[in-house]
């Protein structure tokens, strides 16, 4: 859903553009209190990994495809403020080094692909969690519905947007019922993944999934037919709770690199849902060529390597090295800002 530059007027760009900016600001000071020590690290390497599965286009349809959008896995694992940011450092890279996205068209790509898709998805899932019993399952269970309404939001709110600074005059009814009918299908895949990768985090540390926190119940022992609570079982020690995250970490960007470097080579090649919709309803008549058309790293391949694989292959491990460099450097300025502001108090 990265939409390019020509597809909405100035003053919409504008508009959503001071959207965005607004709204990161807020997501950084709430980021402060998502942030710890733990999660920190972690936040970069989920930027890394949404960045690495969007280049994984899965078919949802004859000619059509669709890839993660990620606010949904963000926020759960990282936190709805942190998850924000996560998704728009994705989409600055994106943008900037792989002409992903228009560069007039950010604020709309911020405002539909992290804002809505984040807020969305998270408020859902905390909604559902206050029904559902309090367990693993059920975080992972909530995952899934989060994400899969999480992606027709995100296109309802591209046709909002669309209707009221589209730069081509076609039937907004038209557009909606493709957008949302698509999207829908590709919500399956966002949800699929989704909470495949919620579901794997939380096996193994379900300490670090932001989403899961508060859902331990305290074990209970019966004692003379009165049920009271066990004695709390000891902590891991230190050192192994850091060699078990350093684990994690590890796994996840392996995980992220072999996803980038070599899967996304077999992706598929079909227009995703929104090129679609545009090609066949006529959104895309204004397309402009992207100011970044001419980067070495455009259209996800290295300029002068001739062979496609190890050209696609290069550019994924590029762009995770480069998003989780520059996602881990915003959060830590983030964390830091977090330690530093109660000595700031007088």
């Known amino acids: 859903m990265h939409v390019p530059d020509g597809f909405f007027d100035a003053p919409t760009s504008a508009v959503t553009g001071a959207v965005a900016v607004g709204a990161l600001a807020v997501s950084l000071r709430g980021a402060q209190r998502e942030l710890d020590e733990r999660t920190a690290p ?3 390497l989920v930027a890394a990994f949404i960045f690495a599965v969007q280049m994984l286009n899965f078919p949802v349809a004859a000619g059509t495809s669709g890839h993660l959008l990620g606010g949904a896995l963000a926020a759960i694992l990282v936190g709805p403020f942190t998850g924000v940011l996560c998704v728009s450092v994705v989409l600055l890279m994106q943008g900037i080094l792989f002409a992903d996205g228009g560069l007039t068209a950010l604020g709309v790509n911020i405002t539909d692909m992290a804002i809505v898709t984040t807020v969305v998805a998270y408020a859902v899932f905390r909604g559902l969690l206050k029904v559902l019993p309090r367990s693993r399952r059920s975080v992972t269970a909530a995952s899934f519905v989060a994400a899969l309404l999480s992606v027709p939001a995100a296109s309802v709110a591209f046709t909002l947007l669309y209707a009221v600074g589209g730069t081509t005059d076609v039937s907004i009814g038209k557009v909606a019922t493709a957008m949302i009918g698509v ?11 989704t909470a495949l990768t919620v579901g794997a985090v939380i096996a193994v ?7 899961a926190r508060g859902m331990r119940q305290g074990l209970k022992l019966r004692v003379n037919g009165v049920l009271v609570d066990a004695p709390a079982a000891p902590s891991a020690p230190v050192a192994g709770a850091r060699a078990s995250r350093r684990a994690l970490w590890a796994t996840v960007l392996v995980t992220s690199l072999v996803l980038a470097g070599f899967v996304s080579f077999y992706a598929s090649s079909d227009p995703d849902g929104l090129e679609k919709v545009a090609r066949d309803q006529g959104i895309d008549a204004r397309t402009e060529e992207h100011a970044a058309a001419g980067s070495p790293l455009a259209d996800y391949g290295v300029e002068d390597v001739s062979d496609a694989r190890l050209s696609g292959g290069l550019a994924g491990v590029i762009g995770v090295g480069t998003t989780v460099v520059a996602g881990s450097a915003v959060f830590r300025v983030v964390r830091r800002r977090r330690t530093t502001a109660p000595s700031q108090v007088r």
């Open 42 to 44: 972690l936040a970069g």
């Open 183 to 193: 999207h829908v299908l590709i919500g399956v895949g966002e949800a699929a993944i």
């Open 205 to 211: 540390r379900p300490d670090l999934v932001y989403g």
